[in-house]
Structure formats: structure tokens, C-alpha cells
């Protein structure tokens, strides 16, 4: 195989935070439900909130930086291993920080 292959990945941590909150919790909500209406509705009386679509999701996550490069197309098999090599000649990873995920690769010409 020729070619090679752009990688991109970030940095998995032991504190990283994820969570789905879906709208309607959010909605029923009575802290986050009088501050939307004083926010969009000063002054406005008898006023309900609602949504079309209650299954929706909001994502509470960790922002990540991504890193990227790139390896040859018959490394493919390698390439977490690749990640990590690249994460330590970096000096990405520290304490609670010691780990990868492949977020996205492509081949190029």
C-alpha cells in the first residue's frame, strides 16, 4: 500500500467530564427554567416553556485540543500505537493524562 494517512487524535483523562442532559430535564428544571424566562421574557407574565422535540440532547463534555500526523498507509494496523509515540515525542501525556483516542483518519493522495 502507498500513500499515507492523516490521524487525528486528543488526549483521554482520568477527570474528563461527559454527560447528556436531554431538554426536557432541562426544561423541568425550576432554576434553569426561571432563569431562561428573566432572561428572554423580563416583565412577561403566565408564560410556559416548551419544545417541539424533548428528546433532543445537550452534551456536557471536556473540551479537547486535537493533535494530528500523519503515517504511511501500511502502518494502518499501528496506528494507536503510532498516537502514543506521537503524544510522548510531544511530552503530552502527565499524570492522569496517560492515554489516546483516534478521533479521525484520512487517506491522502
Known amino acids: 500500500m ?3 494517512i492523516n490521524v487525528t487524535y486528543k ?3 482520568d477527570n474528563d467530564t461527559y454527560q447528556e442532559v436531554s431538554l426536557k430535564e432541562i426544561l423541568e428544571n425550576e432554576k434553569i427554567s426561571k432563569l431562561l424566562k428573566s432572561e428572554f421574557a423580563k416583565g412577561v407574565r403566565n408564560i410556559e416553556l416548551s419544545s417541539h422535540d424533548l428528546e433532543s440532547h445537550i452534551i456536557i463534555s471536556t473540551q479537547k485540543e486535537f493533535y494530528h500526523f500523519e503515517a504511511q498507509k501500511k502502518d494502518f494496523a499501528d ?3 503510532l498516537a502514543e509515540e506521537d ?3 510531544r511530552k ?3 499524570k492522569g493524562c496517560e492515554a ?3 478521533i ?3 487517506t491522502l493522495d
Open 11 to 13: 488526549l483521554i483523562c
Open 104 to 106: 479521525n483518519f484520512k
Open 87 to 89: 503524544a510522548k515525542k
Open 2 to 4: 502507498q500513500g499515507k
Open 92 to 94: 503530552l501525556f502527565k
Open 100 to 102: 489516546i483516542e483516534i
Open 79 to 81: 496506528l494507536i500505537e
